[in-house]
């Protein structure tokens, strides 16, 4: 008993005196509750709504208000005409749209039956669905409080109903929003590892110092080193579109070239990221751990892959502006899906772009810092 307390004191202090090892046990359990307990969330909410009231009723408003003042809707703005619909759809800025027919507060008035419209953006099947079911109960109750005041007078069907219209993905298959998703999971994680753990491999077989000590410069090394894996991660996203047209009927909306543009600055910024990586890991598990830590969980939790950012926690929204997959994913399905130009994907492209370069800075001086040191 002695010599087992014995070592286990022992162990104890060495495990205080690695900070690593401390880190993983202490902070990895928390940062794992904290970021599934608020982002693994089912409950969508936030949902950008914008109106096309053409009637300017009481009961018009009295339907508008009974979908803001549910909890599950945001009111982003009145709508004009049908072409505005188009361009928030495309552009993002409301994911349902409202429409209430000229003449409604008439129809409630004399217990007429009528119904309004919702358009739904489904190129996220699974929100998509949700925003759907939230309209019908609104609706329904809605349509209830209309036939308790119209008493005996009320028809045999609901006196309000509402038509659904869901663009973009009218099956609302699940496939035609995660694949996109999983070209950004996969991208990414590949092409950070793979750059991640090249560059560290020679340093642990010693090859490193070798190349440091030849006319060979940082960037040319880099250049060198990531061409190949830009390449193959390239033509491995293009192909799981391709596969998915064959197989999944996946569209292509938009432009090839833009998608390849997105693609191509993604990646970029990935295999940067793996660069970086491999300037802070000494070995290649420690590399894999920091690349899956820093890459897999954020595509895949906080880029709107799986769960909706608007609903969300404040403060995980805001860290959701770091994560390159959240623009990526917004390229992607405004182009295979939607069919948009670059004048609606703009800011996602430049944003790409930014954060490639910023990550290409900080890995350049990290690099340049230790050949300094070794030289």
Same mark, same amino acid.
């Given at each position: 008993?002695?010599? &087992?307390?014995?070592?286990?004191?022992?162990?104890?202090?060495?495990?205080?005196?690695?900070?690593? &090892?401390?880190?993983? #046990?202490?902070?990895?359990?928390?940062?794992?509750?904290?970021?599934?307990?608020?982002?693994?969330?089912?409950?969508?909410?936030?949902?950008?709504?914008?109106?096309?009231?053409?009637?300017?009723?009481?009961?018009?408003?009295?339907?508008?208000?009974?979908?803001?003042?549910?909890?599950?809707?945001?009111?982003?703005?009145?709508?004009?005409?049908?072409?505005?619909?188009?361009?928030?759809?495309?552009?993002?800025?409301?994911?349902?749209?409202?429409?209430?027919?000229?003449?409604?507060?008439?129809?409630?008035?004399?217990?007429?039956?009528?119904?309004?419209?919702?358009?739904?953006?489904?190129?996220?099947?699974? &929100?998509?669905?949700?925003?759907?079911?939230?309209?019908?109960?609104?609706?329904?109750?809605?349509?209830?409080?209309?036939?308790? =005041?119209?008493?005996?007078?009320?028809?045999?069907?609901?006196?309000?109903?509402?038509?659904?219209?869901?663009?973009?993905?009218?099956?609302?298959?699940?496939?035609?929003?995660?694949?996109?998703?999983?070209?950004?999971?996969?991208?990414?994680?590949?092409?950070?590892? /793979?750059?991640?753990?090249?560059?560290?491999?020679?340093?642990?077989?010693?090859?490193?110092?070798?190349?440091?000590?030849?006319?060979?410069?940082?960037?040319?090394?880099?250049?060198?080193?990531?061409?190949?894996?830009?390449?193959?991660?390239? =033509?491995?996203?293009?192909?799981?579109?391709?596969?998915?047209?064959?197989?999944?009927?996946?569209?292509?909306?938009?432009?090839?070239?833009?998608?390849?543009?997105?693609? =191509?600055?993604?990646?970029?910024?990935? #295999?940067?990221?793996?660069?970086?990586?491999?300037?802070?890991?000494?070995?290649?598990?420690?590399?894999?751990?920091?690349?899956?830590?820093?890459?897999?969980?954020?595509?895949?939790?906080?880029?709107?892959?799986?769960?909706?950012?608007?609903?969300?926690?404040?403060?995980?929204?805001?860290?959701?502006?770091?994560?390159?997959?959240?623009?990526?994913?917004?390229?992607?399905?405004?182009?295979?899906?939607?069919?948009?130009?670059?004048?609606?994907?703009?800011?996602?492209?430049?944003?790409?772009?930014?954060?490639?370069?910023?990550?290409? =800075?900080?890995?350049?001086?990290?690099?340049?810092?230790?050949?300094?040191? /070794?030289?």
């Amino acid at each position: 008993m002695r010599k &087992t307390l014995s070592i286990a004191i022992k162990e104890l202090r060495q495990i205080v005196r690695d900070r690593r &090892t401390l880190l993983i #046990l202490l902070f990895v359990p928390a940062f794992f509750l904290l970021l599934y307990g608020y982002a693994l969330s089912f409950d969508i909410r936030n949902i950008a709504l914008a109106v096309e009231d053409n009637d300017r009723s009481s009961a018009s408003r009295e339907v508008i208000s009974a979908f803001v003042n549910s909890g599950y809707f945001d009111f982003v703005g009145d709508i004009a005409n049908d072409a505005e619909i188009v361009r928030r759809l495309d552009d993002g800025t409301a994911r349902a749209v409202l429409v209430i027919p000229a003449g409604f507060g008439r129809d409630v008035r004399i217990a007429r039956p009528t119904s309004v419209q919702l358009i739904v953006n489904g190129d996220n099947a699974n &929100t998509a669905t949700t925003v759907v079911g939230y309209a019908v109960g609104l609706v329904s109750a809605v349509s209830a409080r209309y036939e308790a =005041a119209a008493g005996p007078v009320a028809a045999a069907r609901p006196l309000l109903t509402s038509e659904t219209r869901v663009w973009y993905n009218p099956e609302l298959r699940s496939t035609l929003f995660l694949v996109p998703g999983l070209i950004a999971y996969i991208a990414m994680l590949t092409a950070v590892v /793979s750059t991640a753990l090249s560059i560290v491999r020679e340093k642990e077989a010693g090859t490193m110092e070798q190349v440091r000590m030849s006319p060979v410069g940082p960037l040319a090394y880099v250049v060198g080193k990531t061409v190949p894996y830009f390449l193959l991660s390239l =033509a491995s996203a293009l192909a799981i579109v391709g596969v998915s047209m064959l197989l999944f009927d996946l569209p292509v909306r938009g432009s090839w070239w833009l998608l390849i543009l997105a693609v =191509a600055l993604f990646l970029v910024g990935a #295999l940067a990221f793996g660069v970086l990586i491999s300037t802070l890991a000494d070995t290649q598990q420690v590399a894999f751990q920091l690349a899956v830590l820093t890459s897999y969980l954020p595509t895949l939790m906080l880029s709107g892959f799986i769960f909706p950012i608007s609903s969300m926690p404040a403060v995980l929204q805001a860290i959701t502006y770091a994560v390159p997959a959240r623009y990526f994913l917004t390229v992607l399905r405004g182009v295979l899906l939607k069919g948009v130009g670059a004048a609606v994907v703009w800011q996602d492209l430049w944003a790409l772009v930014a954060f490639a370069a910023v990550v290409l =800075a900080l890995a350049s001086l990290r690099l340049k810092r230790e050949w300094s040191v /070794s030289r």
